[in-house]
């Protein structure tokens, strides 16, 4: 048995040494494919345009919570007595494909994000060549509602902390300027969107109050009556303070100054790395050198 294992790894030592002579013979022919390989990455992600990413942190704003039980009272009627947002709810709206298109109509961003493909003079963008392969049309054409929801989702990030109760947006574009103004875009429509919500809450609940109120012949459940009517009108007024409702903006969106993508010197050192070590595995198991 010892001699058997013995043999053995007199054999491993020569096949090792056989394919450290041959890699030795052909090092100079790994070395400049390698360096070709890496080149040529470094060439066709030069071709890439930079990418910049802009962000923001968010938190929902802080109401006071009164103890009422007249609140109560309104909420057994099945009346939205509404409240401050909460993280996930402001996750819910960022995501929201309403509120994606209502960016893109009211701004117009396709001239930042596809500067390249799109056509001010026209307003038409033109296909790439993977756009068949996804059943996309071919030739110019105008961009619609799912052409920005697909644009949104492929460049917007959000991610979400439960535990502080913030929110963190993210958009990359081509223009450093552009990223930043198109978060801050998203950022002012979903705060108004938000009061949108709490006036037609507020408006609704006031109505309905205001038939309760010309209803009730009881003179103690008048006076709750009458006590929502205050707060539903104290909230709509605290709804029209734009900066405080909604959520607040622990860090607004800056012109970053640096690209985030593509990393052209890391691309090329990999390609570099990986193809040598590619074609010494290569040369090894050919056995022979290349002709």
């Known amino acids: 048995m010892e001699e058997r294992s013995t043999a053995e790894n007199r054999e491993k030592?020569?096949?090792?040494?056989?394919?450290?002579?041959?890699?030795?013979?052909?090092w100079w022919k790994i070395g400049l494919l390698?360096?070709?390989?890496?080149?040529?990455?470094?060439?066709l992600l030069f071709l890439r345009p930079n990418v910049y990413q802009a962000v923001a942190v968010i938190t929902p704003a802080i109401e006071e919570q009164r103890q009422n039980p007249a609140l109560g009272a309104l909420a057994s009627f099945g009346v939205d007595i509404g409240g401050p947002?909460?993280?996930?709810?402001?996750?819910?709206?960022?995501r929201s494909n309403d509120l994606t298109v209502r960016v893109f109509r009211k701004y117009n961003l396709w001239p930042i994000l596809l500067k390249d493909r799109y056509d001010p003079a026209t307003g038409n963008i033109r296909g790439s060549w993977t756009d068949p392969l996804f059943g996309g049309g071919k030739g110019p054409k105008r961009p619609g509602d799912w052409?920005?929801?697909?644009?949104?989702?492929?460049?917007?990030k959000i991610s979400m902390n439960k535990r502080a109760g913030t929110l963190f947006l993210s958009?990359?574009?081509?223009?450093?300027?552009g990223s930043a103004a198109i978060l801050k875009n998203?950022?002012?429509?979903g705060k108004s969107r938000l009061q949108e919500e709490a006036f037609e809450r507020a408006e609704k609940n006031k109505k309905f109050i205001q038939e309760q109120i010309g209803k009730t012949v009881d003179a103690l459940?008048?006076?709750?009556?009458?006590?929502?009517?205050?707060?539903?009108?104290?909230?709509?007024?605290?709804?029209?303070?734009?900066e405080q409702f909604g959520f607040q903006i622990i860090d607004s969106p800056r012109v970053p100054d640096r690209k985030i993508k593509p990393q052209r010197a890391k691309g090329a050192v990999a390609a570099t790395v990986l193809s040598f070590m590619g074609?010494?595995?290569?040369?090894?198991?050919?056995?022979?050198p290349l002709k």
């Open 13 to 26: 030592e020569i096949d090792l040494g056989k394919h450290f002579a041959i890699l030795r013979k052909e």
């Open 34 to 43: 390698s360096l070709g390989i890496g080149f040529l990455t470094l060439l």
């Open 85 to 94: 947002s909460k993280v996930e709810d402001l996750d819910t709206l960022f």
């Open 147 to 156: 052409d920005a929801i697909r644009e949104a989702k492929n460049r917007m």
């Open 171 to 177: 958009i990359e574009s081509p223009s450093a300027e």
């Open 186 to 189: 998203y950022l002012d429509e």
């Open 221 to 242: 459940t008048r006076d709750r009556l009458y006590t929502l009517y205050g707060q539903e009108v104290e909230r709509e007024m605290l709804a029209r303070n734009r």
């Open 279 to 288: 074609l010494c595995g290569f040369f090894v198991f050919r056995g022979r």
